[in-house]
Nanobody, 120 residues
Framework: QVQLVESGGGLVQPGGSLRLSCAAS????????MVWYRQAPGKQRELVAG???????NYADSVKGRFTISRDNAKNTVYLQMNSLKPEDTAVYYC??????????????WGQGTQVTVSS
């Protein structure tokens, strides 16, 4: 019913920047929270940043001051601007959205993930 498609990952040198996008499509009535998670090899998935429908945000301590989450409600899209990237930011980044579908039920959806590699 609803698909989340991430884009923008890739290979970047330490200190560089990337911008991730996650576009939601399908039977959407509204989208509540949109969240970015990441999972590094051998580690548990962790929350990176989240944003509510009213643009309230929260960040993991490890990315505060370096990453910025934003959303375009008209496009059903959430962004993650990542600056001053470090090797420890290397992970698969996943988009998550709490979506109210057109039948007025709320569901939790995940994207397929996009790889971010920070290396010289």
């Amino acid at each position: 019913q609803v698909q989340l498609v991430e884009s923008g990952g890739g290979l970047v040198q330490p200190g560089g920047s990337l911008r991730l996008s996650c576009a939601a499509s399908g039977s959407i009535f509204s989208i509540n929270a949109m969240v970015w998670y990441r999972q590094a090899p051998g580690k548990q998935r962790e929350l990176v940043a989240g944003i509510t429908s009213r643009a309230l945000t929260n960040y993991a301590d490890s990315v505060k001051g370096r990453f910025t989450i934003s959303r375009d409600n008209a496009k059903n899209t959430v962004y993650l601007q990542m600056n001053s990237l470090k090797p420890e930011d290397t992970a698969v980044y996943y988009c998550n959205a709490l979506v109210v579908t057109t039948n007025l039920y709320q569901h939790n959806y995940w994207g397929q993930g996009t790889q971010v590699t920070v290396s010289s």
